[in-house]
């Protein structure tokens, strides 16, 4: 499917993790804590800002797929 302009331009935004763990809190299951996300997408090289689609492939090698 493709993806229109507004999810591109979102995808592309570069943010903090925290700010994306806030987006994508809901949809993370709740045994994952953030803490050892952040530590876990530290050790894959995402330190300080970072896209959307950067820090959710992160979560995606990390084990984790979105729904």
């Given at each position: 499917m493709a993806k229109d302009n507004k999810q591109v331009k979102e995808e592309a935004q570069m943010m903090e993790f925290e700010t994306w763990y806030a987006q994508r809190e809901k949809?993370?299951?709740a045994?994952?804590?953030k803490e050892i996300l952040k530590a876990d997408f530290g050790g894959q090289g995402l330190k300080g800002m970072?896209?959307?689609a950067d820090f959710d492939?992160?979560?995606n090698r990390y084990g984790v797929t979105l729904g």
């Open positions: 949809a993370i299951p045994h994952h804590h970072a896209t959307i492939k992160a979560l």
